[in-house]
């Protein structure tokens, strides 16, 4: 019988071959990061399963799609097909590492004791090709990548899927970190490039915050929306909430009179969905959260302690 001592490790009886393939079972997330802080020979054994194995894909899109500026030339035929793959085997993570990257990339560039971003981070994802000859690179390009794996309207329910794993990570990590809105971000990116941008509007002309983005209430009223189908592939009724809550015009404009629309969209997004369940708990959530709201006659501090403090 094999006696393993305590300081060896598993890597040195596998081969590194299989030891990459059982890295390729876990979460992206945990190879691209924690597995690496665990041993050297875990560490090469990650690099080749990002670069070798299954994700390689999205390895690819991240040091490809945003990191190499792809705005002066259209995507290769290769490019594109390995954009589509990444895309294909978990849309989701890709989205997910995308905020991550620009996270990343906010915080590398954070000066002064209240972190405010610099110029050269501005620069990167907004992009002003007055200051020395640069032009943006985050924003256009993820833009681009989204039109190239879903290159028209039909797939808003699959990117509307996709942002699930966005808005759990946010949950996850808390307020603080990362950006208010970027599930709608990456909305309003995608459908202005694809030339939809009647879709995702802003409700106060001329300031281009990001908050100030929304769903036409159009859509979010319409039982057909693929929005809505999307949306029933979520497991958490509240997240399904913070969700619509940052599409709504009426509740991100604090119209007040106006914010039982939240309970009009939860009934119209959820009245086709197969899961008569899920879309009772969804629709119950909400008008709670709603009731709660007006019976304490602070709508927008409840909204503010339970919906958004995540953020």
Request: net charge neutral; glycine share 6%.
């Amino acid at each position: 019988m094999l006696r393993i001592q305590s300081k060896t490790c598993i890597t040195g009886i596998l081969p590194p071959e299989l030891v990459e393939r059982c890295l390729e079972f876990l979460p992206f997330e945990e190879v691209h990061t924690n597995v690496k802080q665990v041993s050297k020979v875990l560490r090469s054994a990650a690099r080749r399963s990002l670069t070798r194995g299954r994700w390689r894909p999205i390895k690819y899109v991240l040091e490809n799609a945003i990191v190499t500026n792809a705005l002066e030339r259209p995507s290769s035929a290769a490019e594109t097909a390995q954009f589509r793959e990444a895309w294909a085997l978990d849309p989701g993570q890709v989205l997910l590492e995308l905020v991550v990257l620009w996270n990343n990339k906010r915080e590398s560039h954070a000066e002064g004791p209240n972190g405010i971003a610099s110029a050269t981070f501005w620069i990167w994802d907004r992009g002003a090709w007055d200051r020395g000859g640069v032009g943006a690179v985050f924003r256009p390009s993820v833009a681009r990548f989204l039109a190239l794996v879903e290159p028209s309207i039909d797939g808003l329910g699959r990117l509307t899927m996709a942002l699930e794993r966005v808005e759990r990570y946010l949950v996850k990590k808390g307020p603080g970190r990362f950006e208010t809105v970027m599930p709608i971000k990456f909305l309003s990116l995608w459908t202005e490039r694809l030339g939809e941008s009647a879709l995702v509007t802003r409700w106060l002309p001329g300031y281009a915050g990001n908050e100030n983005l929304m769903m036409n209430l159009d859509e979010l009223l319409n039982p057909e929306s693929l929005v809505g189908s999307g949306l029933e592939s979520w497991a958490e009724p509240s997240d399904m909430m913070s969700f619509i809550i940052w599409l709504s015009p009426e509740v991100r404009s604090w119209h007040l009179g106006e914010v039982h629309r939240l309970n009009d969209i939860a009934r119209a997004l959820s009245r086709n969905w197969q899961d008569r369940q899920k879309a009772d708990a969804f629709v119950a959530d909400v008008e709670s959260k709603v009731q709660q709201g007006h019976t304490a006659s602070g709508l927008l501090h409840h909204l503010a302690t339970t919906v958004f403090a995540h953020r």
